[in-house]
């Protein structure tokens, strides 16, 4: 009786071909991608340069993206020249951060795997800045786009950056300066809204939502400085004085607070030099989350000394790990991050929706989101100069284990 | 401070005239006379900035050289108390009789508050909202410097490592305000404009309740409903004033009901917390971290054991210290 009255199911009820193809595509299970696959068929081969215990990989798999590529792991530089000449990659993964690889090997390992991939046509780099990892093949390249995760790692970068401006607004570093001589003692604060002038020098993702979280939360004046005077609609409200190049003197005299944000290339390599930071007011404080070889060191901790600058907070700096010897552990003026302010415990999980983002634009063939503009400041005539600020002391090469804390402790 | 005083006919009709001639734009305001008023303690900026917004049209100041001349009986019925303390403002009172209103130049009362003073018929007003905004500020600042995990970091720079761990973030947090007035309502609204947290409030007085706190204030709870508050949030922002109720009301019963990884900021009153049990809490890891304004004893004795932790942002009572402090 209940076999007879229930109803068949339901795709075999009647109807035209293309109404029951829209019908599958709402009712299935199957996502989206699963449709894509079934138009284009085959997976593609990727090389995923990590090792093998990397936490992006259980995620990788957890996801399921990889039922649309089959995946190698590229480990090393002998398991690279080890392949034959030509081999059947046709994208690459580059996964090196908080992974065995050395940083100064990455580039090495990518150019003889690049070499070797004669059908290769797209790189991803897991980070944001691509500085580490350009090799000459990559460079001069005709055929292969390079993608980077742009804007993956922004929000946290935005809020080191208004904690900073908060913390010297405050004037946190002389109280907990107090609070270590067991010295009670009231001083004068200041109120950040509507009282800040901030200077971003490179002007870009990080950039734009830098300037909106401080817009919303402080009302600061923006200065921003761009190469190109592109800009997109929303900065309209945003940017209060839009600048080039040319324009860095009379931003940096004008501005309570430099944030550098700039890329390394040829082209930004020592820009901070004593002279730039004399132009900065006395009471500015200048704020570092781009690259540590755009700032000559030794004058930046010359202009400390010398109170040129009112006090500074890095990420960044031109040698990693930092060198224990370094002035600058001493400063109290000074706030020091190990390159941890953009990546938080959901780190991974935005860094695997930026390289879901490209796969679908790759397998879809629409054009890439975030590409990296090769020829723009990454001239392959002075290349050579980006790898000399990977000199790393060679017994403690840089990785950056990123640990999850148990804060209970 | 509510009070039950029965005004004279004379001074009623003396308001009724100030009220419907005063303009809300600035224009100027007639009186038959100049209000005579006491300041009580001195400060140079007073006299400053009663010529400089032209208060001295309908004031007439009086500035006392010490204490002797404060004490002489007069016939004040207004005074600005800008620096006092109990026994002065006590004796004040006893040796003028016609005083109506006293205003304080400070938002919390509990140094100036004496049995003469609330058994008189004297309104008192204080400077509330006015020191709402840097509070608000400093609050947003304790939260990031915990959300960022920088007194992990300091450790690391004084131990001269490059120790990497993960930060985490300060948006989407549940901020727990304990003590909701205008402080707590402008501090809500900071707090979700900029990092976009959810707030849990407790308020005893509901006509304490600030203009517009819909806007701020996510859950509303009444003094009763403390343990919610202290268990759902990731920051406990205590904005307790200093009365007998609220004496002693952090301990560590209230720190072991915040979670591990709370953090507790206090720009209130230093007497509302208990520090024996605030030090053993943070030794003990029971909450994550303090940020303290405020102490049980100002200035705070160079022995005390909260200078030797290191997860606890410390500033000397200068939150609301800001350059337009007298301005505001």
Same mark, same amino acid.
């Given at each position: 009786?209940?076999?007879m009255?229930?109803?068949?199911?339901r795709?075999?009820?009647?109807?035209?071909?293309?109404?029951?193809?829209?019908?599958?595509?709402?009712?299935?299970?199957?996502?989206?991608?699963?449709?894509?696959m079934?138009?284009?068929?085959?997976?593609?081969?990727?090389?995923?340069?990590?090792?093998?215990?990397?936490?992006?990989?259980?995620?990788?798999?957890?996801?399921?993206?990889?039922?649309?590529?089959?995946?190698?792991?590229?480990?090393?530089?002998?398991q690279v020249?080890?392949?034959?000449?030509?081999?059947?990659?046709?994208a690459?993964?580059?996964l090196?951060?908080?992974s065995?690889?050395?940083?100064?090997?990455?580039?090495?390992i990518l150019?003889e795997?690049?070499?070797r991939?004669?059908?290769?046509?797209?790189?991803?780099?897991m980070?944001?800045?691509?500085?580490?990892?350009?090799c000459?093949?990559?460079?001069?390249?005709?055929?292969?786009?390079?993608?980077?995760?742009?804007?993956?790692?922004?929000?946290?970068?935005?809020?080191?950056?208004?904690?900073?401006?908060?913390?010297?607004?405050?004037?946190?570093?002389?109280l907990?300066?107090?609070?270590?001589?067991?010295?009670?003692q009231?001083?004068?604060?200041?109120?950040?809204?509507?009282?800040?002038k901030?200077?971003?020098?490179g002007?870009?993702s990080i950039?734009?939502?830098?300037?909106?979280?401080?817009?919303?939360?402080?009302?600061?004046?923006?200065?921003?400085?761009?190469?190109?005077?592109?800009?997109?609609?929303?900065?309209?409200?945003?940017?209060?004085?839009l600048?080039?190049?040319?324009?860095?003197?009379?931003?940096?005299?004008?501005?309570?607070?430099?944030?550098?944000?700039?890329?390394?290339?040829?082209r930004?390599?020592h820009?901070?030099?004593l002279?730039?930071?004399?132009?900065?007011?006395?009471?500015?404080?200048?704020?570092?989350?781009?690259?540590?070889a755009?700032?000559?060191e030794?004058?930046?901790?010359?202009?400390?000394?010398?109170?040129?600058?009112?006090?500074?907070?890095l990420?960044?700096?031109?040698?990693?790990?930092?060198?224990?010897?370094?002035?600058?552990?001493d400063?109290?003026?000074?706030l020091?991050?190990?390159?941890t302010?953009?990546?938080?415990?959901?780190?991974w999980?935005?860094?695997?929706?930026?390289?879901?983002?490209?796969?679908?634009?790759?397998?879809?063939?629409t054009?890439?989101?975030?590409?990296?503009?090769?020829?723009?400041?990454?001239?392959?005539?002075?290349?050579?100069?980006?790898?000399?600020?990977?000199?790393?002391?060679?017994?403690?090469?840089v990785?950056?284990?990123?640990?999850?804390?148990?804060?209970?402790k | 401070?509510?009070?039950?005083?029965t005004?004279?006919?004379?001074?009623?009709?003396?308001?009724?005239?100030?009220?419907?001639?005063?303009?809300?734009?600035?224009?100027?305001?007639?009186?038959?006379e100049?209000?005579?008023?006491a300041?009580?303690?001195?400060?140079p900026?007073?006299?400053?900035?009663?010529?400089?917004?032209?208060?001295?049209?309908?004031l007439?100041?009086t500035?006392?050289?010490?204490?002797?001349?404060?004490?002489?009986?007069?016939?004040?019925?207004?005074?600005?108390?800008?620096?006092?303390?109990?026994?002065?403002?006590?004796?004040?009172?006893?040796?003028?009789?016609?005083?109506?209103?006293?205003?304080?130049?400070?938002?919390g009362?509990?140094?100036?508050?004496?049995?003469?003073?609330?058994n008189?018929?004297i309104d008192?007003?204080?400077?509330?909202?006015a020191f709402?905004?840097? !509070?608000?500020e400093?609050?947003?600042? #304790? =939260?990031l410097?915990? *959300?960022?995990?920088?007194? $992990?970091?300091? +450790?690391?720079?004084?131990?001269?490592?490059?120790?990497?761990?993960?930060v985490?973030?300060?948006?989407?947090?549940n901020?727990?305000?304990?003590?909701?007035?205008?402080?707590?309502?402008?501090?809500a609204?900071?707090?979700k404009?900029?990092?976009n947290s959810?707030?849990i409030?407790?308020?005893?007085?509901?006509?304490?309740l600030?203009?517009?706190?819909?806007?701020?204030?996510?859950?509303?709870?009444?003094?009763?409903g403390?343990k919610?508050?202290?268990r759902?949030?990731?920051y406990?922002v205590g904005?307790?004033?200093?009365?007998?109720?609220?004496?002693?009301?952090?301990?560590?019963?209230?720190?072991k009901?915040?979670k591990?990884?709370?953090?507790?900021?206090?720009?209130?009153?230093g007497?509302?917390?208990?520090?024996?049990d !605030?030090v053993i809490?943070?030794?003990? #890891? =029971?909450?994550?971290? *303090?940020?303290?304004?405020? $102490?049980?004893? +100002?200035?705070?004795?160079?022995t005390?054991?909260?200078?030797?932790?290191?997860?606890?942002l410390?500033?000397?009572?200068c939150?609301?210290?800001?350059?337009d402090?007298?301005?505001?």
């Open positions: 009786f209940f076999l009255i229930r109803r068949p199911p795709s075999t009820l009647d109807r035209s071909s293309a109404a029951s193809d829209v019908y599958k595509r709402q009712v299935s299970t199957q996502s989206t991608w699963d449709f894509i079934e138009k284009i068929g085959s997976k593609f081969k990727l090389a995923i340069m990590t090792s093998k215990g990397h936490p992006m990989l259980k995620k990788i798999l957890a996801s399921k993206l990889d039922t649309y590529f089959d995946y190698d792991i590229v480990e090393s530089l002998d020249k080890a392949m034959p000449t030509a081999t059947e990659y046709n690459i993964f580059v090196t951060v908080a065995a690889i050395p940083f100064p090997m990455v580039p090495v150019q795997l690049i070499v991939s004669p059908k290769l046509t797209w790189v991803h780099s980070s944001a800045g691509v500085d580490y990892m350009l000459e093949a990559l460079i001069k390249s005709k055929t292969i786009t390079f993608t980077n995760a742009r804007g993956a790692y922004d929000r946290s970068l935005c809020e080191y950056v208004l904690l900073s401006i908060l913390y010297f607004t405050k004037k946190m570093h002389i907990q300066k107090n609070k270590a001589e067991h010295k009670y009231m001083l004068l604060v200041d109120n950040a809204w509507d009282n800040t901030v200077g971003i020098i002007y870009g950039g734009r939502n830098t300037a909106k979280l401080l817009k919303q939360s402080i009302n600061a004046k923006i200065y921003a400085i761009k190469a190109t005077p592109t800009t997109k609609p929303e900065d309209k409200d945003l940017i209060d004085f600048g080039q190049e040319k324009d860095i003197p009379y931003v940096l005299s004008e501005v309570d607070y430099v944030i550098n944000i700039l890329p390394y290339t040829p930004t390599k820009v901070f030099t002279s730039v930071f004399k132009q900065m007011k006395p009471t500015a404080i200048y704020i570092n989350i781009g690259r540590g755009t700032v000559v030794t004058d930046l901790i010359e202009a400390l000394n010398t109170k040129v600058i009112a006090g500074a907070s990420d960044v700096f031109e040698k990693e790990p930092l060198p224990s010897t370094s002035p600058l552990f400063m109290d003026n000074v020091i991050s190990p390159h302010m953009g990546y938080t415990m959901h780190g999980d935005y860094c695997l929706s930026a390289f879901e983002a490209e796969l679908k634009n790759y397998v879809e063939k054009p890439f989101t975030n590409t990296v503009n090769l020829e723009k400041g990454y001239q392959s005539s002075s290349i050579t100069v980006s790898y000399t600020h990977l000199t790393l002391p060679t017994s403690d090469l990785q950056i284990s990123v640990v999850a804390v148990s804060l209970k | 401070v509510s009070t039950q005083s005004w004279d006919l004379k001074m009623l009709f003396r308001l009724a005239r100030w009220s419907s001639s005063s303009n809300s734009d600035g224009r100027e305001i007639k009186t038959r100049h209000i005579p008023i300041i009580i303690g001195n400060n900026k007073v006299p400053e900035l009663i010529s400089k917004y032209a208060l001295d049209k309908y007439c100041p500035y006392f050289a010490n204490e002797e001349e404060m004490m002489k009986p007069a016939n004040f019925k207004a005074a600005l108390i800008v620096k006092s303390d109990a026994t002065q403002i006590g004796n004040f009172i006893n040796s003028h009789r016609k005083l109506r209103w006293m205003h304080s130049t400070m938002s009362v509990d140094k100036i508050l004496c049995d003469t003073l609330v008189s018929k008192l007003t204080n400077a509330r909202g709402s905004y840097p !509070l608000a400093y609050v947003l600042q #304790g =939260i410097y915990f *959300a960022k995990n920088i007194p $992990y970091f300091q +450790e690391q720079k004084q131990n001269r490592t490059w120790a990497p761990i993960e985490g973030y300060a948006s989407n947090s901020v727990g305000i304990i003590g909701y007035g205008d402080i707590g309502h402008r501090t609204k900071l707090l404009r900029s990092i959810t707030t409030c407790c308020c005893d007085e509901i006509s304490e600030p203009k517009g706190f819909s806007d701020s204030c996510d859950k509303l709870y009444s003094a009763n403390y919610k508050v202290l759902k949030s990731d406990v904005i307790l004033p200093q009365t007998r109720r609220t004496s002693g009301y952090f301990d560590l019963d209230k720190f009901l915040m591990k990884t709370a953090v507790f900021i206090n720009i209130g009153r007497a509302t917390m208990v520090e024996k !605030l809490a943070l030794k003990e #890891g =029971i909450i994550r971290g *303090a940020v303290l304004d405020v $102490y049980p004893e +100002e200035p705070l004795p160079s005390s054991e909260l200078f030797g932790l290191k997860n606890v410390m500033t000397h009572h939150a609301d210290k800001t350059s402090y007298w301005e505001r």
